[in-house]
């Protein structure tokens, strides 16, 4: 799964994390596309949202124009933490090799610009720990935070 998927799968995305991951290259236009048709699916009436989901014609710019006014009507606000543990729980899930999942975590880490909380992460950190454990425990917390109501 994506990490679009995730966000999708934990009810955490919105426009705004859409227009974020867009602009962060995340996303492919198609995968706005697809959001969008998703949200008429499931009963969204909104005439902007119509002409995204059938935006091909469109350039990056009037896309996240469109996107930026309809992140307006909505309450959701980005928050870069849901792309990390979008991303951490997609490593954690890959079937990739120890030595892969490191040193993707270490490019997580990275892209994320270093995050406190990701300490532990580090191949280079002095704490013992290993960083796929501190991954483990940065992915209670985040789901903590944006899971438990």
């Keep these: 799964m994506s990490p679009l998927g995730v966000l999708i799968s934990l009810g955490l995305a919105c426009w705004s994390t859409i227009f974020f991951g867009f602009r962060k290259n995340w996303i492919r236009r198609e995968d706005i596309f697809d959001y969008a048709i998703n949200q008429l699916l499931e009963g969204c009436k909104s005439e902007r949202v119509a002409i995204i989901a059938g ?23 980005t928050d870069t933490d849901k792309w990390r543990l979008a991303f951490l729980l997609c490593l954690d899930a890959s079937n990739d090799s120890y030595e892969n999942k490191i040193n993707r975590l270490q490019e997580i880490y990275a892209d994320f610009d270093y995050p406190e909380d990701m300490a532990s992460c580090s191949i280079y950190s002095q704490d013992g ?13 985040l789901k903590e935070r944006f899971l438990v109501r």
């Design 129 to 141: 720990i290993d960083p796929l454990v501190g991954m483990s425990q940065v992915v209670k917390r």
């Design 55 to 77: 935006g091909e014609y469109l350039s990056d710019e009037e896309l996240l124009e469109l996107i930026s006014k309809q992140m307006e009507m909505t309450n959701c606000v």
